[in-house]
């Protein structure tokens, strides 16, 4: 069984910055990829970025290329994701999410953290 546990949300203004954890535990993360997903009220969840554990390849959505980071700890089991410039829109409840990298879907979540970006 896989458990991840998110931490870091909070309310900031626009243009401030957060930094989310994601501490992961009960298997090798090896062969997972990591990956960051968002969920604001009354839309779909969407993907926001994700990581490969053992290359650290790493793919970001367009809304948030060049504002947020995605990296990783193998030492300490955790994925991070630094978000800067934030803006309103990025309000939402944001999801850590582990895929082994032979799968198509990510199989393991964690509760989510609140992110609030005020105007």
């Known amino acids: 069984q896989v458990q991840l546990v998110e931490s870091g949300g909070g309310l900031v203004q626009a243009g401030g910055s957060l930094r989310l954890s994601c501490a992961a535990s009960?298997?090798?993360?090896?062969?997972?990829?990591m990956g960051w997903f968002r969920q604001a009220p009354g839309k779909e969840r969407e993907f926001v970025a994700a990581?490969?554990?053992?290359?650290?390849?790493?793919y970001y959505a367009d809304s948030v290329k060049g504002r947020f980071t995605i990296s990783r700890d193998n030492a300490k089991n955790t994925v991070y994701l630094q978000m800067n410039s934030l803006k309103p829109e990025d309000t939402a409840v944001y999801y850590c999410?582990?895929?082994?990298?032979?799968?198509?879907?990510?199989?393991?979540w964690g509760q989510g953290t609140q992110v609030t970006v005020s105007s």
């Open positions: 999410a582990a895929r082994l990298t032979t799968a198509t879907i990510y199989g393991y």
């Open positions: 009960g298997r090798a993360f090896s062969n997972y990829a």
């Open positions: 990581i490969s554990w053992s290359s650290g390849t790493t």
